[in-house]
């Protein structure tokens, strides 16, 4: 199965800047790669698919980027609803897996 | 809008099966295939399988084959979700989750959410 490690565990950054989250693959992935957000107590929300398109209704501060076996989520300029913690998925290969997610906490 | 309601929160014995229902309103329920996500107290997801609306054939994550059963209601609009021969580590949410294609082919990837249903398993 394909293991997929996010970092940093947790990340503390302050409201209006700028955030960047990382996911590696064990083995490439191509772009099949998705991006959600999951506040405390709720179910995740999709933020990012194929690696680099935006979701339905998610704000153009989040973008991502990559392939293969490296990519990036960026915030441009963090808000307060943003804190929460952040889980990337790959869709390449059965079993379909997540990352262990990284908390985005304010500093 | 498009909703999917669970069920709710259910405590269990070690050896008992439970069953989680999805109840689909809001889009076209035949089009979108349904998987479902597991969380386990403080930790990440894990994907279990999912079934195909039309028809009912489902693909089980290796993990859970030969104890989890997925199933779809056409009449109720409703799909299930059946874990057996429960264990302490089967303590978790339980999301059901839309695939976000509407076609053909399958995502993969996860669109609506419902809003996850805590099992519990203790003697």
């Known amino acids: 199965e394909i293991v997929m490690t996010e970092s940093p565990a947790t990340l503390s950054a302050s409201p209006g800047e700028r955030a960047t989250l990382s996911c590696r693959a064990s083995q490439s992935v191509s772009s099949n790669l998705a991006w959600y957000q999951q506040k405390s107590g709720q179910a995740p929300r999709l933020l990012i698919f194929g690696a680099s398109t935006r979701a339905t209704g998610i704000p153009a501060r989040f973008s991502g980027s990559g392939s293969g076996t490296e990519f990036t989520l960026t915030i441009s300029s963090l808000q307060s609803e943003d804190f929460a913690v952040y889980y990337c998925q790959q869709y390449s290969k059965w079993p379909y897996t997540f990352g262990q997610g990284t908390k985005l906490e304010i500093k | 809008q498009v909703q999917l309601v669970q069920s709710g929160a259910e405590v269990k014995k070690p050896g008992a099966s439970v069953k989680v229902s999805c109840k689909a309103s809001?889009?076209?329920?035949?089009?979108?295939?349904i998987h479902w996500v597991r969380q386990a107290p403080g930790q990440g997801l894990e994907w279990m399988g999912l079934i195909n609306p039309s028809g009912g054939v489902t693909t089980y994550a290796q993990k859970f084959q030969g104890r989890v059963t997925m199933t779809r209601d056409t009449s109720t609009t409703t799909f299930n979700m059946e874990l057996s021969s429960l264990r302490s580590e089967d303590t978790a949410v339980y999301f059901c989750?839309?695939?976000?294609?509407?076609?053909?082919?399958?995502?993969?990837?996860?669109?609506?959410w419902g809003q996850g249903t805590l099992v519990t398993v203790s003697s």
């Open positions: 989750a839309r695939d976000a294609s509407g076609t053909y082919y399958v995502a993969y990837y996860f669109d609506y």
């Open positions: 809001g889009y076209t329920f035949n089009r979108y295939y």
